[in-house]
């Protein structure tokens, strides 16, 4: 199943709960670059594919249904003016910074959760600059768990596990 007309990357994330949309991460729109990935949901039973993230430049990856899959949590390099440098060499682990961020299923309602890489926020880094990756829902949908990459003071990357409590509805 190629789910672009052009060659390009992607990468597979979660099934939704009935089995019938997988959602996926790719830089499908002609002339987007490597580093401006979208999030889309492909529904395996119509062949219809669903733009859920609109962001052209922006890194949008791992995108994660809730356990009652009326949401999707997804890291975002969005609300970041991000210089990739020379991204020719596939360096993009020098510049990229994201977050973790929580729409609706259908793509409505996006909203940033965490602040790693902002001053002024409790989970500010201090200047380090953070990656947030892989994540997970508890399974009463109540907490997320990500990994989160951050630039130690000598430069090399560290990682430790950060869980998030999302507050009631």
Known sequence: MHPAKKSCFYESHAFSNDDRKILF???????????????????????????????????????????DGRRIAWMSSSDFDIDWGDISGHNWYHYLKTELWLMDADGSNKQRLTYFNSPGYPEYMHGSRCIVSDIAWGPDGKRIVALLAYEAPTGKMKTKIVMLELSAE
């Open 25 to 67: 991460s790719g830089d499908l729109k002609r002339g987007q670059s490597s580093v401006g990935m979208d999030i889309y949901e492909l529904n395996l039973t119509t062949g219809r594919l669903k733009r859920l993230t609109n962001t052209f430049n922006d890194w949008d990856e791992h995108a994660q249904y809730s356990p």
